[in-house]
Nanobody
Framework: QVQLEESGGGLVQTGGSLTLSCRVSGRISGLDSVGWYRQVAGTQRELFASISGDGRTDYKWFVKGRFTISRHSANNTAYLRMHDLRPDDTAVYYC???????????????WGAGTQVTVSS
């Protein structure tokens, strides 16, 4: 059984930093990439960063230069380092194992509970 566990969220002031972790347990075949999503209550979950099995990354414009996605395959963990956080980064953050073809990310149906990030002004 596949389980995802996101951690590292919390409350931070504008301009602060956080590092999120996503640990994947269980056997997943054919899904060698990881995407980070976020969701504000009442809106759709949106992809903003992804990393392929061979380390290629892609970011949406609103996090580019502030967020960095990485992975440590040996321990099945992906990371998201976030700097210069802003109030509009406030959301629940989720990771997702999937496939990345070029810059396109294809998510799976595996989701964790997410981790809340709150940025105060």
């Amino acid at each position: 059984q596949v389980q995802l566990e996101e951690s590292g969220g919390g409350l931070v002031q504008t301009g602060g930093s956080l590092t999120l972790s996503c640990r994947v347990s269980g056997r997943i075949s054919g899904l060698d990439s990881v995407g980070w999503y976020r969701q504000v209550a009442g809106t759709q979950r949106e992809l903003f960063a992804s990393i392929s099995g061979d380390g290629r990354t892609d970011y949406k414009w609103f996090v580019k230069g502030r967020f960095t996605i990485s992975r440590h395959s040996a321990n099945n963990t992906a990371y998201l380092r976030m700097h210069d956080l802003r109030p509009d980064d406030t959301a629940v953050y989720y990771c997702n194992p999937g496939r990345m073809v070029g810059v396109y990310y294809y998510p799976s149906n595996y989701w964790g509970a997410g981790t809340q990030v709150t940025v105060s002004s």
